[in-house]
């Protein structure tokens, strides 16, 4: 997966944030080489945790076919698919999928195929704010693990790495 833009209006102190992640660039070499990943670098308190929380929240909402809980717009690829996504909190977020339109709940739905795996946030220290982001999965977790085996297996073969 690669998030290519994503634009926050208003998410703590990420103000009209908007940023634009390169997914290669031609190095001193003259040689064009493709990012892996990317690094966000910054002072205390000017946003990181906040971005990171921000694009948590942005996929939880997605993978649980929930509102939008913040206004964005982000474009990303993933698995062969282009997507663009238009969100006002308190409502469902706008989906394009290859240049074709199709709802939010279509998305939650196919999310196999259109929505990251995993989601992996590393943050030094006790952060109770990100644990709560994860708690509606690991309640869904819990309640397959409750079901019974079997519907635990058929979960996580949707999963990739």
Not at 78 to 93: C, D
Not at 113 to 136: C, M, T, V
């Amino acid at each position: 997966m690669h998030i290519e833009r994503v634009k926050i209006r208003d998410f703590r102190n990420l103000m009209d944030l908007e940023i634009s992640f390169t997914s290669a660039a031609e190095g001193p070499d003259g040689i064009k080489h493709d990012f892996k990943s990317h690094a966000v670098i910054g002072q205390n308190g000017s946003g990181k945790s906040n971005l990171l929380e921000a694009l948590i929240t942005i996929f939880r909402d997605l993978d649980l076919n929930n509102a939008a809980s913040l206004d964005y717009e982000m474009d990303y690829s993933i698995r062969n698919h282009s997507i663009n996504l238009v969100a006002i909190s308190g409502k469902k977020p706008k989906v394009v999928i290859n240049g074709e339109r199709i709802s939010a709940a279509a998305l939650a739905d196919h999310a196999r195929e259109y929505l990251p795996s995993h989601i992996f946030a590393y943050y030094s220290g006790k952060n109770e704010r990100i644990a709560q982001l994860f708690q509606a999965h690991q309640q869904r977790f819990t309640q397959l693990l409750r079901k019974g085996q079997d519907e635990l297996i058929r979960r996580l073969s949707y999963c990739r790495m």
